[in-house]
């Protein structure tokens, strides 16, 4: 049978072992603003470009790099909408983490809550798959008091994506959205688990200038960071500093 005869049901796998909808949602993540998230030595970097499509948009209402909270960190490619939807789970969750443990919550457990919500919608009639996919950047309660053979710390801030299938991996360095596996490709070439939070935010702004049209600048770049040096809270820089960064690789 045709496979566009499988299409429009999300819960019914085409003859190819497909399930059509999720493809389609993947795209709109793939058609989305470009985010970059790279794992540092000490710490974690995210960032997204945020060039307005219509110039009269007014650039500080356009939020994608955000903290779920104090210190966890979300960006997105997709659907601003369904982000807004899967920051409040985040925060929710948090809460609920906060109210029984009186402790911060750990990025791996925020991961799994979101991807188990994404995935649901994967699997239920009257409803659609989540257009967009995350990055977090947090701290994993696993490796935070763990330490190598060599006796030196293991590195506890870890980068996470969830993506519409409701799929979440840990990554060195990551890209979604549009000109993701031309920006990929750059961020492997580029990438030493060595680098710092500095040298981080380089390197993604360098992958930005590189795949993306339009200036590289504190206006139309978000960019969080969290690490020893943040005291392992997520802080967003200001348009200084980004516009500090951004001299450097023009």
């Given at each position: 049978m045709n496979e566009l005869a499988y299409s429009f049901s999300l819960t019914t796998f085409s003859p190819s072992g497909h399930l059509r909808q999720i493809t389609y949602a993947l795209a709109a993540v793939d058609?989305?603003?470009?985010?970059?998230?790279?794992?540092?030595?000490?710490?974690?970097?995210?960032?997204?470009?945020?060039?307005?499509?219509?110039p009269l948009v007014d650039y500080p209402t356009i939020s994608l790099v955000d903290n779920v909270s104090p210190s966890l960190g979300i960006t997105y490619s997709g659907f601003s909408a369904d982000f807004r939807n899967l920051l409040?789970?985040?925060?929710?969750?948090?809460?609920?983490?906060?109210?029984?443990?009186?402790?911060?919550?750990?990025?791996?457990?925020?991961?799994?809550?979101?991807?188990?919500?994404?995935?649901?919608?994967t699997q239920r009639g009257g409803v659609r798959p989540f257009g967009c996919s995350v990055l977090l950047a947090g701290k994993s309660m696993a490796t935070e008091h763990e330490t190598e053979a060599n006796g030196s710390r293991i590195n506890p801030y870890i980068l996470y994506q969830v993506d519409s299938s409701g799929s979440y991996y840990t990554w060195k360095?990551?890209?979604?959205?549009n000109q993701s596996s031309q920006a990929r490709d750059f961020l492997e070439k580029r990438y030493n688990e060595s680098v710092s939070i500095s040298d981080g935010i380089l390197i993604g702004l360098t992958c930005l200038h590189e795949y993306v049209d339009g200036d590289i600048d504190g206006k139309t770049v978000e960019i969080g960071i969290i690490g020893d040096e943040t005291g392992g809270q997520f802080r967003l820089l200001a348009a200084d500093e980004i516009n500090t960064y951004a001299r450097q690789v023009k």
């Open positions: 058609g989305g603003r470009l985010s970059i998230g790279i794992k540092c030595a000490n710490g974690v970097v995210l960032m997204c470009h945020k060039a307005a499509e219509n409040n789970l985040g925060r929710k969750s948090y809460e609920q983490y906060w109210n029984e443990f009186q402790e911060s919550m750990p990025v791996n457990m925020l991961a799994r809550d979101i991807a188990s919500t994404m995935q649901e919608y360095a990551c890209a979604n959205g």
